[in-house]
Nanobody, 115 residues
Framework: QVQLVESGGGLVQAGGSHRLSCTRS????????MGWYRQPPGKQRELVAQ???????EYAESVKGRFTISRDNAKNTVYLQMNSLKREDTAVYHC?????????WGQGTQVTVSS
């Protein structure tokens, strides 16, 4: 059974940096997409960054140039490096994996950016 576990959330000052990790357990092949989503308070969940099947990376416009997604296949881990954080980056960040019609989600980790 595939499970995703996020870690690294916390309280960060505006302008600072922070890194999130998502570790996958369970065997799965031919992952279509894997990456990060977030849900700000009172808003809908949105894509932050993800890897496509061919390795192409997609970023939300709001994080381009500030956030970097990376992965360590040997550790089954995907990272989200967040720089120049803004208050509007405050959200619950979820790791997600898509394969065909199946979706797998982590429990989420809270990132709060204070001014």
């Amino acid at each position: 059974q595939v499970q995703l576990v996020e870690s690294g959330g916390g309280l960060v000052q505006a302008g600072g940096s922070h890194r999130l990790s998502c570790t996958r357990s369970g065997l799965i092949f031919d992952i279509d997409r894997m990456g990060w989503y977030r849900q700000p308070p009172g808003k809908q969940r949105e894509l932050v960054a993800q890897f496509d099947l061919d390795g192409t990376i997609e970023y939300a416009e709001s994080v381009k140039g500030r956030f970097t997604i990376s992965r360590d296949n040997a550790k089954n881990t995907v990272y989200l490096q967040m720089n120049s954080l803004k208050r509007e980056d405050t959200a619950v960040y979820h790791c997600a994996l898509h394969r065909g019609s199946r979706e797998y989600w982590g429990q989420g980790t809270q990132v709060t950016v204070s001014s």
